[in-house]
């Protein structure tokens, strides 16, 4: 199965129609989810907040806004995540990141500036506790007894008791298990630190390759660490993360046009061509089984989604590779990831 | 002589929370976690044109509200101890953009240490402690909010007191409403105090209509001396409203309410009005005109219902009474508690 995602990122957006049209031209084309960035050190509004406001505007894609565990509180990051998720019913995800900056400390003023390794341990914490805490209530645990009057069912909630490195969070969790169990986790795993991170507790995992083989290498690298850590390396997507400017038109098929392959470029790896040619870099990627999907970030938002949605995924869709209407309404369903079981629940009932 | 212009009243709904003023044995109550809850309550509030909604900790849900309500204020309650102004003040700044200018925060501070127990900063403030760490949380979002110029240029802010020091820019435009509107709750010494230096709307529970109107003279006298004239800060009441179609049904109903709320009957609990829309509606407007308070807070019973026999029933007797607006005039929260825009301060 294939998977498609894209970014709706865009400079200088602060108003919320110009994201749902982007939103739902993604979820028009039937791709698995939709990211939004985010970061203290430039421009930008809330991502989560964002996705929130385009969650009752769609009904099937997928929404992964960036939250940074640097120098926010995991226990409200989790929560936050967790609202999401019954806001959209079931279809959020989190891109985990760091905040590396000494600009950005000192928008905190709590701490200092800290190496990559150290920051992405302790996100693979903040991943670990918001899991913990997503667990924390029991699928039952919100009752409605008409002969007592009880709202919630007190043996059904937990403490986790998480001791990290620099935080501990006692629990439970202030929001209800999300519909999905856990919502998605989503992590770049392009750079060392963050890739031991992604292998242990990421759903999907974002690698920015310009070739094939790069992308291939991560991916198995991604999938034994996953087995190291004890995990089913098929509970992992990976995820061939491309800039695309599609701005070349629609033509583009003929030989030597964007049939390169991506290029390498400051911003990352960058492709060029028309939908066309992008389709069958997809299909070919995808067929060679060197990834699970891509996901895509188009240089110009509007303009490249638009060739995507129009162009590229409707070819893949009519040689029958990807999707033609949504047969799950949850993310998770999207990515054939299954509904986790709660750690805590001694009967580990789930559906 | 001039006459003076009838004072219309303001109105909010809160979304009940986990407490004992909820009814959840009723066969019609419903989770209170589904989107499809908050959707209903908020819709409701709208259709019978209240000032704002307010909910607890979650900006996560108005910001959905947001993509389904046009003109309703959206009040969240967050906590000003265990947030970092930074983080808060961007998220609330956020919100108002995606609203069109309908976002408020009513200001909490948190002294509870197992919720401490949460969070990297998990140490125990004492009360005094906590409205300094409050009054600066506020002044330090407003800074943030203020420095972009109005023309969309960033400027560098910088920050240093006793519980922040913070520099940098800010990664958010100004608000469409200048600074979301801020709420405090403030029936304390510290907490009137608090409202009249800070806040934009003040929840109170007084709740008699001598002790209202105490509270409204003191609360509105202390505003002078921040420089602020008394329509600068509205004085809302928590209210319960029981309706029934005789008063001796009314008090039927709040009696059988009073049997299924969780716990004994709270005595801080919000005032409960118990009798016909007619007279339901009549106390309301005397309050508001004898300067007890300038609106209400209802707290409904039942999820997601809870607000429908007010909308439906009372408050085209308060328009007919000429007490409550017939349509929203503006588009912002601001405008619709007649609240000016804050000046930039460059």
């Known amino acids: 199965m294939l998977h498609l995602s894209a970014a709706v990122d865009q400079p200088s957006a602060y108003d919320a129609g110009s994201y749902v049209e982007l939103a739902r031209l993604a979820e028009r084309g039937g791709l698995d989810f939709v990211t939004l960035g985010d970061t203290f050190a430039r421009p930008g509004p809330d991502a989560l907040a964002v996705l929130s406001r385009v969650a009752p505007a769609t009904t099937r894609v997928g929404l992964v806004p960036t939250v940074t565990t640097t120098h926010t509180e995991p226990f409200h990051v989790q929560a936050a995540v967790a609202t999401l998720d019954w806001v959209s019913r079931g279809r959020a995800g989190w891109r985990i990141e760091v905040s590396a900056t000494e600009g950005e400390a000192r928008l905190f003023g709590r701490r200092h500036a800290a190496p990559a390794e150290t920051l992405w341990h302790e996100a693979g914490e903040v991943a670990d506790v918001a899991a913990r805490l997503w667990d924390s209530w029991e699928d039952d645990a919100e009752i409605r007894d008409v002969s007592t009057g009880r709202f919630i069912d007190r043996d059904k909630l937990h403490h986790v008791d998480f001791e990290g490195t620099g935080f501990s969070v006692k629990g439970p969790s202030t929001v209800p298990r999300p519909p999905q169990g856990h919502p998605v986790r989503v992590v770049d795993a392009t750079e060392g630190p963050a890739r031991r991170t992604a292998a242990r507790y990421a759903d999907v995992a974002l690698v920015r390759a310009a070739s094939p083989a790069q992308a291939g290498a991560v991916r198995d690298q991604l999938r034994a660490d996953a087995k190291d850590f004890g995990r089913d390396p098929d509970t992992l997507r990976v995820l061939a993360s491309l800039l695309v400017d599609l701005g070349d038109g629609e033509h583009a098929a003929e030989p030597g046009h964007g049939g390169g392959g991506p290029r390498q470029t400051a911003q990352g790896p960058l492709y060029r061509g028309g939908p066309v040619d992008l389709a069958e870099l997809v299909t070919a990627w995808h067929t060679d089984g060197i990834v699970d999907g891509f996901h895509l970030t188009p240089a110009e938002p509007r303009r490249d989604l638009e060739r995507l949605v129009n162009g590229t995924v409707a070819l893949l869709q009519h040689r029958g590779l990807f999707r033609t209407f949504y047969p799950g309404s949850t993310l998770r369903e999207h990515l054939g990831l299954a509904r986790p079981a709660n750690q805590y629940a001694v009967t580990g009932g789930t559906s | ?346």
């Open chain 2, 1 to 346: 002589m001039t006459v003076r212009p009838r004072r219309r009243m303001h109105l909010a709904a809160y979304f009940p929370g986990v407490d004992n003023t909820t009814v959840r044995a009723d066969p019609r109550s419903r989770s209170r976690i589904e989107f499809s809850s908050f959707e209903h309550l908020a819709r409701t509030a709208e259709r019978g044109l209240f000032d704002f909604f307010f909910l607890a900790e979650s900006l996560t849900v108005l910001s959905a509200l947001a993509g389904v309500t046009e003109r309703l204020g959206l009040a969240a309650t967050v906590d000003a101890t265990f947030n970092e102004p930074y983080e808060l003040a961007r998220r609330l700044a956020t919100l108002d953009h995606l609203s069109g200018g309908r976002a408020a925060w009513n200001v909490v501070t948190s002294s509870d240490a197992s919720t401490g127990a949460n969070f990297r900063r998990g140490v125990f403030l004492n009360r005094a402690d906590r409205y300094v760490r409050a009054a600066e949380f506020v002044a330090v979002a407003r800074k943030l909010w203020d420095s972009w110029t109005p023309e969309g240029v960033s400027r560098p802010v910088a920050h240093r007191g006793r519980h922040f020091d913070i520099a940098g820019e800010f990664t958010v435009p100004r608000p469409p409403q200048g600074h979301p509107v801020v709420i405090q709750a403030g029936d304390s010494d510290e907490g009137r105090e608090f409202a009249a230096a800070t806040a934009d709307v003040v929840f109170t529970r007084q709740s008699s209509l001598e002790s209202g109107r105490a509270f409204y003279a003191d609360v509105k006298r202390r505003l002078a001396k921040y420089g602020r004239t008394p329509d600068d800060l509205k004085i809302m009441s928590g209210v319960s409203v029981v309706l029934g179609d005789t008063a001796a049904d009314a008090r039927e109903k709040a009696a059988e309410i009073r049997r299924q709320q969780n716990s004994l009957y709270d005595p801080d609990g919000p005032r409960s009005f118990v009798g016909t829309p007619e007279a339901v509606a009549g106390e309301l407007d005397d309050l508001v005109r004898r300067e007890a308070c300038d609106g209400f807070v209802l707290v409904p019973h039942l999820t997601p219902t809870g607000l429908d026999g007010f909308v439906d029933r009372v408050v085209p007797l308060l328009q007919e009474r000429g007490a409550f607006r017939t349509e929203y005039r503006g588009a912002t929260l601001r405008s619709h508690l007649g609240l000016s825009e804050p000046v930039w301060k460059g």
